[in-house]
């Protein structure tokens, strides 16, 4: 079966740096669009970023933009999000997510719908 396992989150202080990772199996990664999305507490699931399934193109959340960058070695079937300069607010749980059928390209590829599989996600906390 797909499973989409997410490491690499932690405490952080604010402007610092942090690089998480997501190992995918079971499913054609390299055919696959691959998010990122977080939870804060209280707050819906959001989009951070997302990656086409050569790289040729990223997308990001006006919040991340800059700052943050998605990558992914389809060789290691591994996407991987690196926070720089983060701040306070991006102190959420972080969740990668799969899109295998490339649904998301047209019908949105901020969408958490248009994914298929979801990992169990990793906290992120960034002190102030």
Do not use: H
């Not at 300069?85 to 969740?95: C, I, L």
């Amino acid at each position: 079966q797909v499973q989409l396992v997410e490491s690499g989150g932690g405490l952080v202080q604010a402007g610092g740096s942090l690089r998480l990772s997501c190992a995918a199996s079971g499913l054609t990664f390299d055919n696959s669009v691959m998010g990122w999305f977080r939870r804060s507490p209280g707050k819906e699931r959001e989009f951070v970023a997302a990656i086409t399934w050569s790289g040729g193109n990223t997308y990001y959340a006006d919040s991340v933009k800059g700052r943050f960058t998605i990558s992914r070695d389809n060789a290691k079937n591994t996407v991987y999000l690196q926070m720089n300069s983060v701040k306070p607010e991006d102190t959420a749980v972080y969740y990668c997510a799969a899109d295998p059928v490339r649904r998301s390209v047209l019908a949105g590829i901020r969408i958490p719908g248009n994914y298929d599989y979801w990992g169990q996600g990793t906290q992120v906390t960034v002190s102030s």
